[in-house]
């Protein structure tokens, strides 16, 4: 049935154009903005889960400022008691050659006292941005550095704990008390020095490989956070951003549709103009 009051045909090319519209206006807005979910109406789920990943990946990044900080405080620390440990072999050298009666101790001793003072010096100034990891006390107070590591989530929505990597003071300052090493006068001194030398030697020798073994582990977890990041940054990126081929695509579609659709509009529109020709 015809009708002049009511154009069922209009009706629905109008609804197909709105839909159509609709669509093409969400395909633009993810393309110029390259995002397919960009607000919680356009997809709740893929929203709070990329949310929630986002405030993740920002700690992480956090956490890598802290390791790079904690990987040069340990290096320092690690730089200065290799240098220590080359000292005291340069020590333990001048001691063996002082085992010998016909050698010149006293100015053996004075070598050897030279060194300490280097020692000395380099124990102070191994530090980073105040932290000195060759003292007894880091700073003043603790007796090690706490390093930032990770976050660990339980579950979607679970809590978040903090975890830290300890590394511990080698204190250098009180075990290497060179100041009380016996004084060279004579081959029977240098012989009791020559095995208070070798304490303090294996003593470094052992601090500095602590040293080194805490430096690795810090690049280490260094490279994995980076990693990390990397990945959980591409893993939001599949979920929320545009794909722009397929948007491409979709555009073309849309466009060819809304040509249709308007089309199919103009020609519902004159329907009732064909009527008249029932009155002629």
């Not at 960009?38 to 997809?43: E, F, T």
């Not at 956490?63 to 072999?89: C, D, F, R």
């Not at 073309?252 to 529109?269: P, V, Y």
């Amino acid at each position: 049935m015809s009708s002049i009051l009511t154009n069922n045909g209009a009706m629905v090319a109008l609804q197909t154009l709105k839909s159509v519209n609709d669509d093409l206006s969400k395909t633009q807005t993810s393309i110029s903005t390259g995002k397919e979910v960009g607000s919680a109406k356009d997809n709740s789920a893929v929203w709070a889960i990329s949310k929630t990943m986002e405030s993740d990946i920002a700690g992480f990044e956090a956490i890598e400022e802290g390791l790079s900080i904690g990987e040069a405080t340990v290096a320092v620390a690690s730089a200065g008691a290799e240098q220590i440990v080359e000292k005291l072999t340069e020590m333990k050298e001048l001691i063996v050659s002082a085992q010998s009666e016909n050698v010149d101790h006293e100015k053996i001793q004075t070598d050897i006292t030279s060194k300490v003072e280097q020692i000395t010096s380099i124990i102070d100034a191994a530090q980073f941005n105040g932290a000195n990891l060759l003292k007894a006390t880091v700073d003043g107070t603790a007796t090690g550095l706490g390093v930032l590591a990770s976050l660990d989530r339980v579950g979607a929505g679970g809590a978040v704990s903090a975890v830290e990597i300890s590394v511990a003071s080698v204190d250098f300052e009180t075990d290497l008390d060179l100041g009380s090493m016996t004084q060279i006068t004579d081959s029977a001194s240098a012989a009791s020095a020559l095995g208070e030398i070798e304490t303090y030697l294996q003593t470094a020798i052992t601090g500095a490989a602590s040293l080194g073994a805490d430096a690795a582990r810090l690049e280490d977890q260094s490279e994995f956070v980076s990693n990390l990041v990397d990945s959980m940054t591409l893993g939001v990126s599949t979920m929320t951003d545009t794909n722009m081929e397929e948007a491409s695509a979709r555009l073309s579609a849309l466009q060819t549709q809304q040509d249709l659709a308007t089309q199919s509009l103009t020609i519902a529109n004159e329907a009732p103009s064909s009527l008249l020709q029932l009155f002629r």
